[in-house]
């Protein structure tokens, strides 16, 4: 049965928690998580770029000493790791947005939660002590976007992360099939689903979080399934702009991260607007398809912010090998998505705990055969680099 988490020590890799996850996880959620947008190509590039870099082997440096602490977003953290917002995370495992928030707290990381999630800002700042980073969606009703702010100021959050390359859903052609909700519609098909991973339901009927936590009962006129399906089909906003994040800035005294950077156009207005950070990101792979990697992009926006910003990198990263190159090429930290997500569909908080250690092993051991023993003393010089990287 699911119970059996001392097994955990088995578990080697994220590859590992990702083919247990896809065991207990009903698929339309599995699939939610496990697929990008259209052709997959920008998804599969995510990750496939970053084994493009090689790591320079050093020996005879004096590594016994290691740390992988450092700074990120002003933050210090145990690794320059963050868990991604990633919605319907409760969807994974019950209450999953609570358990990433404690695991990550534990582990003396930053957990985004996303505005889409299943468990609210005030379920998951009742249930841990650090403060966490809220994401937010600028949805169309401006009120609505208000009041989901001055709710995280509320509950403690410092970080407010805006994320820009949503301004239309993109299509996984997965979700489609799977006729994807939160709470799930029951038909012949989700049926079968469900009753192919009965742990899953079992434990997801003690749960009180089956949708999404922060729309239902706050936003005006959704109480039901069917007013929730109308409202997030109607709320994301093509028309937001550069004017709308100068909104925001103006509405949040806090740091402030604007996720979804790709060029250094954007990164400009991002420094215009005032915000402290950057995601180079494209949403895992899950929005542009055709847009290129992260790991590709990363030192070109570096350099051309000058420091004026800090730069945070995600979509792709799996391991802590990845973590590092994205350091050597000057990303301040990374935040990872769907390796925790298929720690937590995997095993809970346990799972999520088990993705970090991971990580962090992979990172501090890849640091000792480099000769590396500081995050700060990582860079270009640790990597054999090939032409196509904008650096
Ligand atoms: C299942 C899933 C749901 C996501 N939901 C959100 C979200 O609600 N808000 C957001 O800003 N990004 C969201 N993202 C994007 C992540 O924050 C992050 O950019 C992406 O997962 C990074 O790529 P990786 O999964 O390869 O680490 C989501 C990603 C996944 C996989």
Redesign the pocket.
């Known amino acids: 049965m699911f119970a059996a988490h001392s097994n955990l020590a088995q578990i080697c890799s994220i590859h590992d928690l990702q083919a247990l996850a896809r065991k207990r996880v009903p698929k339309m959620f599995y699939d939610?998580?496990d697929s990008g947008a259209w052709s997959e190509r920008t998804y599969d590039s995510?990750?496939s770029d970053f084994n493009d870099l090689l790591f320079r082997q050093r020996v005879g440096v004096d590594v016994a000493q290691r740390s992988t602490a450092s700074l990120m977003a002003q933050t210090p953290v145990t690794m320059p790791v963050a868990l991604?917002?990633?919605?319907?995370a409760g969807m994974q495992y019950p209450d999953g947005e609570i358990l990433a928030a404690r695991a990550a707290e534990a582990f003396g990381i930053p957990f985004a939660l996303?505005?889409?999630s299943i468990c609210s800002i005030e379920d998951v700042a009742r249930q841990t002590h650090q403060p966490f980073w809220f994401?937010l969606?600028v949805f169309k009703d401006r009120d609505f976007t208000l009041q989901l702010m001055e709710r995280a100021r509320k509950a403690g959050c410092k970080t407010l992360?805006v994320?820009m390359d949503?301004p239309i859903m993109g299509q996984r052609h997965k979700d489609v099939k799977n006729r994807l909700s939160a709470p799930p519609r029951i038909t012949a098909t989700s049926l079968i689903q469900f009753l192919n991973r009965p742990v899953w339901c079992w434990k997801m009927a003690f749960s009180s979080h089956h949708t999404f936590g922060n729309i239902v009962g706050h936003a005006k006129g959704v109480n039901n399934l069917r007013s929730l399906a109308v409202w997030t089909s109607e709320q994301l906003d093509a028309s937001l702009s550069w004017k709308d994040i100068q909104w925001i800035r103006d509405h949040w005294d806090g740091y402030l991260i604007i996720?979804g950077i790709l060029n250094t156009e954007d990164l400009y207005r991002t420094i215009d607007a005032g915000a402290q950070a950057v995601v180079v990101?494209n949403?895992?792979?899950?929005q542009l398809d055709g847009a290129p990697s992260t790991i590709r992009t990363v030192a070109g926006l570096v350099k051309a912010a000058n420091q004026q910003v800090d730069v945070l990198l995600?979509?792709?990263?799996r391991s802590g090998q990845d973590v590092l190159k994205a350091i050597a090429l000057g990303a301040q930290g990374v935040?990872?998505?769907?390796?925790f997500?298929y720690g937590l569909g995997a095993a809970g908080e346990a799972g999520v705990t088990r993705a970090l250690e991971i990580i962090h092993k992979e990172l501090e051991s890849t640091m000792a055969l480099i000769g590396e023993t500081k995050i700060s003393s990582l860079g270009a010089h640790n990597l054999i680099i090939p032409d196509q990287f904008s650096i």
């Open positions: 939610y998580v995510n990750h991604a917002p990633v919605g319907l996303s505005s889409l994401q969606y992360v994320t949503l996720k990101s949403h895992g792979g899950r995600d979509s792709g990263v935040l990872v998505g769907r390796a997500a």
